[in-house]
């Protein structure tokens, strides 16, 4: 349902910005600042490198990019990567879009292309790939099995060229991973300048991770002119997308600085980087602020008929002069606005998500994922849930309600769907892996319902802390925008921030994450193990005990002891018995014989009936004996 | 068939028809003592879904249903929906109508040998032996039991696939007494491939068919192999895929789905460790198929429908993903047996046990699952004291056989050197 078009516009890409030649291997810092409603800021790292590394052979010998991604294009048929480490949750609603997308915890996703590749093959490649990225990043990526991954269909599509041949696509996320400063540090190593200087030097973990919402992204992909291996570049993408809030600073006022922001001014630029700039937006949020020192130039954007203002600092021209050290900008904003800065409503983005769990219990639930289109025209919607195997989801309950904005309820007005995908999951094996599109009208939101059991796992199966409850990860929903408002994402032909810049396009392909869920499975008692064995396999027993009784034994008429009426006696005289056990074994060989006599006997006179009851042999009684004989 | 049995009928249809239209019946469809992996409606409503979506139900996890059943009430789900609960009605009130064709047939069987065996009788066992009022009374107590028993009527509201299995049972137990081989070889072999556990009913079905002869007996359980894999080549041509096996079959021997339930598996499979599992799984699963096959068969070569009865008996005890349903419908089979209900003594106790296992039940799955005041022990604690009621259930069953055999011939009363003796088992 989306066009494939923009493949088409990867081939622009090829030759995107200036031009490489052979061997040529450029890096670029850019750093974009965008006060964000609600006083937050948001502030983008983007790392570049581009190698135009020609033959194969040249991987083994690197120079700006690192060298584990070039080994990757060595081992892995691997043409497109991305990895997201993320703490906290993008606010659509107050925040508009990100520049990069990314959701709560681990997110990866790969796209293999290769000669003689198989879905195996893959699958094998995907766990390396993670197992690799594991020790790199040092998260916990190395969990990434087929037990998380799914083989999207639709809602993911490549970036790396020539992508027309036979390509494979997995996605993961792991949404418990907790993103924290030893995921930073190596995340730093993996630039040409590492921490030392340049934009990466603002990154200190003390302050990155103060924010309300972090963000540590990966991306590479190879672009590679057809049907030629020869000719190739890699592209290197590293990203940080933080939050700031600015009322966490207690100041007075809410005017910032980059000090503010990051402990310390810019030392300079990295000596490696083909450029290195700094764009600071200035209208909208931006608009009340006073930047010091003065830009040096201001861009005006045009994209899809939504209109940015970008101030520039290029740092190359900063530090031009050797004296200078230490820049530092900062945004003032004059008193009398500082009463009206809450009322600059932030403009609602055209899409937005929501995703909750309804029903209570540790039995079922109902996972429901809202999308609202505020957008006056119908839109193209794609939702694609990972169901992780812990949750069985009923397909047969999957529904699309819609509302439209003037009412307060959903109503039984169902939505068709366009397109349905789905692999049911297996438990400990598969997740359920779902992707619906669907078209949304203006001016609606959308109600996806699905109902879910939780099961009752393993109890070595249950994370420490199981009472935290299991999550389900982030659904993605993807959408194409007739127009660019709130739209700050690359153009997937571009590499630089400055790519985006006047980049209109006949559509924006849009892709949102909801929140991730947790759920409360049922969990068993921990502590009794042995007891539950033990208890179970008492029951068992307690049947073949008298069915084997029954199948061997053979019936006997015995003298019937006169047992005592009295129950202290009754209980005495057991007592007594079972001391006399042993001596009297003889005594109690030597019984059944005569009974079996007189059972012959009895049933050759076959004596006149007595009377029908009150003699009968009790089964309590029949179990002592047997109790005694064992 | 009397005017009385179709007014039983009726009235047992039209209280489920009651209770199908009140909010108990989508609550029991949904309590796990009733609804399991194997048998719950949502399961089927899915199956049938992704049938009709094109999608292989056994692929996921969720559907283990056999695929001619699938196709087969396919249609009906998908355009009948609304006469769902009546179709579930009519089945199980014609299970209740084979039972009691069944137990007639087996009661005039019954007088039959009697006829023939009296003379061997001793003098004051009158009360032991079948009159000739039974032949109206034991059908009556058989249908009454089936049909007004709370735990088939929540069965049948709870729309479980157990209401199938119970017909096919029905049918197959109606096959063995009235001596018709294809039929009942067929509907076995059907119900083996679909749930796995009613292979040991081939034991009975063998002891009555065989005659005593060893070659016929040979014969009839190659009939019966060959019966399941056409049952199981029918299955394939559904899908043209054989999935289905492991996800029927395999689902069950592996006990993949740890939901709880009524038996013993699931929360000793919970709480095992993972290299005892396999040794464990085999135990428990011969331990509800062969074990007790064997020597019961051997025990009980006489009474083929006693030995079918306490096989489907101890299945639902021990099979990996029992229902309340299943229990209803052997409880239904116990009239069967009402001469040998003299010497069972355990009656009050395992009355007892069912009323209070049951109604705990309910309590404790709140407090564990909702409340949050309980956790997984008190409910194991539950299933596992209704497990070991109805396990004293059956050896009672099965001791008063074996003592109203003896005293049959023997005579109720007994003397040796002028008291009273006792019948012990050495």
Known sequence: MFPRAFVLLLLVAFNAGSPLGRDDERFHEELVVRPLSGDHVNTYFQFTTRWHYGEKDNLYHTQLTPRVIAELLQQFAVKELHIGLTQGLWRYETWGYPIVEATSGAEMWAWFSGFNLTNDEVDRQWKELANVFSGVLCASLNFVDNTNSIAPRHLIRPQFMPANGRKFVRYSTLPREIVCTENLTPWKKLLPCGSASGFASLLNSGHVHNTKYHSLGLKVRVLCEDHDEDNCIVELTQTANLVYDLRLFELSNNDFSLRRLFGMGLNGFCELAQSSKIYVQRNEQGERFQLVPAPMHEVKSTRGGHTVVYSVYDMHEQFKDAGERLFNVAWLSPKSENRRRNLAKPVMPPVTVHRYLLGHGQERGRIVTEVTNSHYDALPIMVQEVIPWYVHAYLHTLSIRRKPHRLNEYGRQRLPFKLLHYTPGKQRELPSHLEIGFMLPGQTSALITIDVDYLLLKWLEYPPDANHGHYIGAAIVSSQLPMGRNYTALPAEGHLFEHSFNATRPSYVLSLHTEALIVSLPTPDFSMPYNVICLACTVVALAFGPIHSVATKMIIVGRQTSAPKNFVKKIFCKIFRRGKAAEGAGETEGAPTSGATEFASTRAAARPAGGPSGDQPLLEDLDEEEEEQD | ?426
């Open chain 2, 1 to 426: 068939m009397d005017s009385k049995f179709f007014k039983l009928l009726l009235l047992g249809g039209a209280v489920r028809f009651y209770f199908c239209r009140t909010p108990l019946a989508p609550m029991i469809g949904n309590r796990v003592e009733f609804a399991t992996p194997l048998n719950s409606h949502k399961r089927m409503q899915e199956g049938i879904f992704l049938l009709q979506s094109g999608i292989d139900p056994y692929l996921g996890d969720l559907v283990h249903e056999s695929p001619l059943i699938l196709s087969a009430l396919s249609g009906l789900f998908k355009n009948y929906p609304q006469f769902l609960a009546m179709f579930y009605i009519i089945l199980d009130v014609l299970t209740a109508a084979l039972l009691y064709a069944m137990s007639h047939r087996f009661v005039q069987q019954k007088q039959d040998q009697q006829k023939v065996e009296r003379k061997e009788y001793a003098k004051d066992t009158a009360e032991l032996q079948f009159n000739s009022l039974d032949k109206l009374d034991i059908p009556e107590l058989v249908i009454v039991a089936y049909l007004f028993n709370p735990l088939t009527v929540m069965n049948c509201i709870g729309m479980t696939s157990t209401v199938l299995s119970n017909l096919f049972l029905a049918f197959f137990f109606y096959c063995l007494v009235k001596r018709l081989l294809l039929p009942s070889l067929l509907v076995l072999a059907f119900e083996t491939v679909r749930s796995f556990y009613p292979i040991v009913l081939i034991a009975p079905l063998l002891l009555i068919f065989s005659r005593n002869s060893i070659k016929r007996g040979v014969v009839i359980s190659l009939l019966f192999a060959v019966c399941c894999l056409g049952v199981a080549v029918a299955n394939y041509f559904v899908l043209n895929s054989w999935n289905f096996l492991d996800g029927t079959l395999g689902f069950i021997f592996y006990f993949r789905d740890l939901q709880p339930n009524i038996g013993l598996f699931w929360y000793f499979f919970t709480e095992m460790f993972e290299h005892f599992r396999t040794m464990f799984l085999i135990t428990f699963q011969l331990n509800a198929t062969v074990l007790y096959l064997v020597p019961l068969t051997i025990k009980l070569r006489k009474e083929p429908l006693l030995l079918a009865t306490v096989l489907v008996a101890l299945m639902a005890v021990f099979r990996a993903y029992p229902s309340l349903g299943d229990v209803g419908f052997y409880l239904a089979l116990l009239p069967l047996w009402k001469r040998c209900w003299k010497f069972m003594s355990h009656g009050f106790v395992v009355f007892t046990f069912f009323l209070v296992t049951l109604s705990m039940m309910g309590a404790l799955w709140h407090l564990w699952i909702y409340a949050g005041s309980a956790n997984a022990n008190f409910y194991f604690g539950a299933t596992l004291a209704f497990s070991t009621g109805q396990i004293f259930l059956i050896t009672d069953l099965l001791f008063a056989h074996v003592k109203r055999e003896f005293c049959l011939f023997n005579g109720q009363k007994i003397l040796i050197d002028g008291e009273e003796a006792r019948i012990v088992l050495k």
